[in-house]
């Protein structure tokens, strides 16, 4: 039997780089509720549709190869996004989930004594991949959740290297112009880095949205994030990609995994983008459901910030038995799941993602319920 010593937190201790400590770690969206029963599960903003029945079918053919490395390139799948948008292939790289691409834009443009900026209610994605790389964060305020230009720009010194700005923005599902997009890049200086994050992208209809293709297209200088994680459903395979200046595709390839994307997620995310019935499908049951959610919502005296992505953010009164604490739990006991926002700034605001018909018509008939209780 082989015996160890006893080990001493004194001896032989690894310390991280100076920073790393003070990052809190990101934390999900729950997925468990005590008792038995069926779940609703509203937290984590994915597709009441799932994923497409094509990419489904491309996942398992897909398995008969898993002893091979995949393309390391994933020359085809980036053809088929290429294709998709009408861009160049060259200009994308795809990754591990958005996640990975943000973090991988962090590592190599970012170093101490720079800083970056994102805005109040921002992604907490990108406070975490600044201070791994050493940065200073810098939040910008927001007017009514929104992201405000002005804002940024006043955040700027000569220590910016970097924005991050979510478009739709999670989680207040609000979002910027296109003609803002611009007025925000043209008051930034050629080497400070714009990152548009489009992970909702494909839900906004408006006719004043754009999610920086055209920005990305007509600058050296700004870069657009995409997952296939919403509206595609495709959130367990973590897949998802960057559309950039050709220098900035270059050095993300250089610094990215050799093989950062499995076969499976390829496959099915070609297969997923390609499939335009099914994200038509997605866009119309969302909006339906988004709308209807925020008229019952409102109804009922809650506050709802009007959202252009796939989920609402529910604000509550401020009684102590109708705050959002207490709606969390009214809620969990009856299995149903919600996201609180504490650590992104709004601790008496619940996010709700829209859900099948049955989930949205539960939720409103549980929180009619939380509203009307004595």
Request: some cysteine.
């Amino acid at each position: 039997m082989v015996k160890y010593k006893t080990y001493a937190p004194e001896q032989g201790k690894l310390l991280p780089k100076a920073g790393i400590l003070d990052i809190s770690a990101y934390t999900p969206g729950k997925s468990q509720a005590p008792g038995t029963g069926r779940l609703i599960k509203l937290s984590s903003n994915e597709t009441p549709l799932g994923p497409s029945t094509n990419a489904i079918e491309a996942y398992h053919d897909a398995s008969a190869k898993l002893a091979l490395y995949p393309d390391g390139s994933a020359k085809l799948l980036r053809e088929t996004i290429a294709k998709r948008y009408d861009l160049n292939p060259i200009q994308i790289v795809c990754g591990a989930g958005s996640d990975e691409l943000l973090n991988l834009l962090a590592a190599a443009y970012l170093g101490p004594e720079d800083e970056a900026i994102y805005t109040e209610h921002g992604f907490l994605v990108y406070k975490i991949a600044i201070m791994a790389n050493g940065a200073r964060p810098v939040v910008a305020p927001e007017i009514n959740h929104t992201a405000d230009i002005n804002s940024i720009l006043d955040k700027v010194t000569d220590r910016t290297r970097a924005v991050f700005l979510a478009n739709p923005n999670n989680p207040t599902g609000t979002y910027c112009p296109v003609e803002s997009l611009w007025r925000l890049r043209e008051g930034l200086a050629d080497h400070i880095m714009l990152v548009l994050d489009g992970a909702y992208a494909e839900y906004v209809m408006h006719a004043d949205y754009n999610s920086g293709m055209d920005l990305v297209g007509q600058t050296g200088n700004t870069i657009m994030t995409r997952t296939f994680s919403k509206i595609y459903g495709l959130a367990s395979l973590r897949l998802g990609w960057a559309y950039c200046p050709p220098d900035v595709a270059d050095v993300l390839n250089r610094i990215r995994g050799p093989f950062n994307v499995s076969d499976p997620a390829i496959k099915a995310g070609i297969a997923a983008i390609e499939d335009e019935q099914h994200i038509q499908n997605a866009i119309e049951h969302n909006t339906k459901w988004r709308d209807w959610l925020s008229e019952k919502l409102t109804s009922i005296g809650l506050k709802v910030t009007p959202s252009v992505a796939n989920f609402v953010l529910l604000h509550f009164p401020g009684h102590p038995d109708r705050n959002a604490v207490a709606a969390d739990a009214f809620l969990m006991e009856r299995r149903i799941i919600l996201r609180r926002l504490e650590k992104y700034g709004l601790p008496n605001a619940l996010r709700l993602s829209v859900g099948s018909q049955a989930d949205n018509e539960a939720v409103v008939g549980a929180l009619t319920k939380f509203m009307n209780k004595q």
